[in-house]
């Protein structure tokens, strides 16, 4: 079973690089065109868009580096190795939407008291070209692992916000050939803003939960405590922390109470193999002790 899990997560490991390899290459050469176009065309709908493709570039390709250094054996210094940089990488990409996101609302503001020319058909060319450009970022993202790393998922968000932002400006470019309305640039950059600022907080949020050590969401401590608690001779269960180096990559210490001698290698080996089976935790350091001696704890009592 150890074996297929850790072939299962290389296999998958490898998929999540290609698809952020091609996406960056993808966005950031329509990111340049995007941008002259913006600023060709005077929209700021396509700059905005173009900024944030920017920052899709700039987080697939600090993503491809995060995963790149994650591969990097543990040392003596880096006794976990350097996985966590993917955290900290994907803490940057959130951080960087947001500020993009306020620049863009700034500058749509401005642009609401005095809307300026836009040549719409080039305009809508670049938009609808750019629609097409993020489906198939996005395509390529969905065939990573998007549900379990959050460097994955975070670029599979961004390009979303990408393609929503590209229909805004078609819609913008069509409202303003059609009937001259100018100040549907402007709304169609602040709807991009607001798709922006969503996703960079979510993911902000969550990297910021891990680099807290806070438990994954996708276990509950409590259900974790109940199942250890049925298996025989254990008695309590206490001090339980659980918490993730990367993305998928779960952590656990706790102490666990047993009843009579010479149970401790059988009651470790079930818990063990519970986490793994049951909770997908691979690295667990758990303290057995017994439970007329109470918990050995030299300093306040263990929660």
């Known amino acids: 079973m150890g074996h297929n899990h850790s072939h299962s997560h290389g296999h998958s490991h490898s998929n999540n690089k290609k698809a952020l390899l091609w996406s960056f ?4 050469s329509y990111m340049v065109v995007e941008g002259i176009g913006g600023f060709l065309t005077n929209s700021l709908a396509l700059l905005s868009d173009a900024g944030h493709m920017l920052s899709d570039a700039a987080a697939l390709g600090l993503s491809l580096f995060a995963m790149k ?3 990097k054996k543990a040392t003596n210094l880096k006794t976990y190795g350097f996985k966590r940089f993917e955290i900290i990488a994907a803490a940057l990409n ?13 500058e749509a503001y401005h642009r609401m008291a005095n809307p300026p020319e836009v040549q719409s ?9 750019g629609l097409l450009v993020n489906i198939l ?19 599979f968000l961004h390009v979303l916000g990408d393609m929503l932002g590209s229909v805004g400006a078609i819609v913008a470019a069509l409202l303003i050939y059609f009937f001259g309305w100018g100040l549907a640039d402007p709304i169609a950059s602040i709807f ?39 298996i025989p001779l254990v008695r309590d269960v206490h001090d339980i922390h659980v918490w993730s180096i990367t993305s998928g990559v779960f952590m656990l210490s706790g102490h666990i109470s047993v009843e009579g001698k010479g149970t401790h290698d059988h009651v470790l080996r079930a818990a063990q193999t519970l986490l793994h089976d049951r909770f997908g935790i691979d690295h667990s350091t758990l303290q057995v002790e017994a439970e007329e001696q109470g918990c050995p704890c030299a300093h306040e009592p263990c929660n």
Do not use: C
């Open 121 to 129: 058909l080039g305009m809508l060319t670049i938009s609808v070209i």
């Open 25 to 28: 290459l993808l966005i950031a």
């Open 94 to 106: 959130g951080l960087t939407l947001i500020i993009i996101s306020l620049y863009i609302f700034v």
């Open 192 to 230: 991009v803003a607001i798709l922006i600022i969503i996703s960079g907080w979510r993911i902000t949020k969550e990297s910021f939960h891990i680099l807290m050590e806070g438990t994954p969401e996708q276990i509950k401590l409590a259900e974790v405590k109940e199942e250890i608690m049925k």
């Open 69 to 71: 250094l994650g591969e």
């Open 137 to 155: 970022a996005a395509w390529m993202l969905m065939r990573g692992d998007k549900e379990e790393n959050l460097n994955v998922r975070s670029a």
